[in-house]
């Protein structure tokens, strides 16, 4: 990555203001320094030499969620995503800006799968026996010592799809705490006749450090170029909007990956049936690194539909929640402001049961974490998309 953000990037920005509607940041406050064009402005300023480094600066940098919403609003193509990149980097270099310690720990422990597997060994066994209480793990039962690698080729010997072939990006926080959504996806690929891969020498895909300015995304991604670019695949998949955009940064030029759900929706997944009379209505929110990063219209209707359940858009569906990655440890209380302005409907939202899908698991922790700290009274389900295609959702 190049060290110096070049300041011909910021001359883009012709301060029309269109990006201010969409900023949860800006809408939260009202205030000019808090919006895209602010942040922009006070980079450019900085590196022009007529602002002085300053703590305003760092805590404007710092507000952002990195959502991303800008980019898609901004009528001049201002790389906003690739410049906050880089600007938080420098600052976490620099001492400027210092994650929260867990956050260290964290990024330290990614780097090495195996070990960030076996630290998060207990929070799996939580899960698993149901006695987790976090506010932001939702309920699951995960494998806790088979891994989806593991399980991807026993399942693949007993059913022998003949399909497409994949290989799958199982992820860190996903393999290590909500595996049982990776074993869905394998279900849910392999019942629909797709052959699927997962390479043993994958890392991390460097979200995790993008969203925190720590560690080397560049070293990461040099990894998952070796693990991923050497396979004979059609597609490269991954069931996090998050991370999919994160190693599609590391894998191009040349390579790209597809949101699992969109990959699916290109195939025409096996429909689910629902019990006649069954009151479930899903609200699907959709992530903002699959919209807004990855770019992609969304989740596929065609996969909704075969969900078999009656399903709807969440209201402002592709606003951000809040989570922004690790913006809700960062900076909890701006998050918790975002969800609920967002989270509110669910109170009165007709169904029985309702359930909140979406397709990325840092936003489903965001999204249980409202019925948790009380933001949203009544009961409802958080799951991701995929689950609601596997054979072993219900909800009735
Ligand atoms: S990334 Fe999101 S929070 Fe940050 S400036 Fe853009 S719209 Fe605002
Ligand atoms: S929409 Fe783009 S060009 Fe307009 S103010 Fe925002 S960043 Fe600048």
């Known amino acids: ?34 919006s895209p064009r602010g942040r922009l402005r006070l980079w450019s300023e900085e590196a022009a030499g007529r602002l002085p480094p300053d703590k305003w600066t760092d805590f404007y940098t710092e507000e952002c969620v990195g959502c991303l919403a800008c980019e898609t609003a901004c009528p001049a193509t201002v790389p906003y995503g690739e410049i906050f990149e880089r600007i938080r980097h420098q600052h976490v270099v620099s001492h400027r800006s210092q994650p929260k310690m867990a956050l260290r720990l964290a990024a330290a422990a990614v780097a090495i ?56 990006l199982t992820g860190c926080l996903m393999e290590a705490m909500f595996r049982e959504i990776n074993f869905a996806t394998i279900r849910v690929l392999i019942e629909n006749n797709v052959q699927v891969l997962i390479p043993l020498d994958q890392g991390c895909c460097g ?24 396979l004979d695949v059609d597609a490269v998949v991954s069931n996090s909007s998050g991370c999919g955009y994160a190693l599609g940064k590391s894998l191009k030029p040349g390579g790209s990956v597809r949101d699992v759900l969109g990959f699916l929706g290109d195939l025409g997944p096996v429909r689910r049936e629902r019990a006649p009379g069954d009151a479930t209505r899903v609200y699907v929110d959709l992530p903002c690194h699959l919209v807004h990063g990855q770019k992609t219209p969304g989740i596929p209707a065609q996969v909704l539909d075969a969900t078999g359940y009656r399903w709807e858009l969440a209201p ?18 701006n998050a918790r402001a975002i969800l609920a302005a967002k989270s509110a409907f ?12 979406t397709s990325n698991h840092v936003c489903m922790m965001q999204w249980h974490s409202a019925g948790a700290t009380g933001l949203v009274k009544r009961a409802y389900e958080v799951r991701h998309v995929i689950q609601l295609l596997d054979p072993g959702a219900d909800f009735s």
């Open 316 to 333: 402002n569906s592709r606003d951000c929640c809040g989570s922004g990655g690790v913006y809700n440890i960062q900076k909890p209380e």
């Open 1 to 34: 990555m190049d060290p110096e953000a070049p300041s011909s990037h910021f001359s883009n920005c012709t301060h029309c203001g269109f990006c201010l509607a969409v900023c949860p940041t800006y809408k939260l406050t009202g205030d000019e320094n808090n």
């Open 207 to 230: 979200a995790f450090q993008e969203h925190t300015g720590l560690g080397d995304p560049e070293a990461l991604g040099a990894r998952n170029r070796r693990a991923f670019s050497s």
């Open 113 to 168: 799968p195996s070990l960030f597997n076996l630290a998060l060994l207990p929070g799996r066994i939580l899960r698993q026996t149901g006695l987790s209480f976090h506010r932001f793990l939702f309920p699951g039962r995960p494998p806790v010592l088979k891994s989806s690698a593991a399980y991807a080729a026993e399942l693949m010997s007993q059913r022998r799809p003949t399909g497409p072939r994949v290989a799958f």
């Open 346 to 357: 669910l109170n009165e939202a007709e169904g029985q049961p309702v359930v909140l899908a």
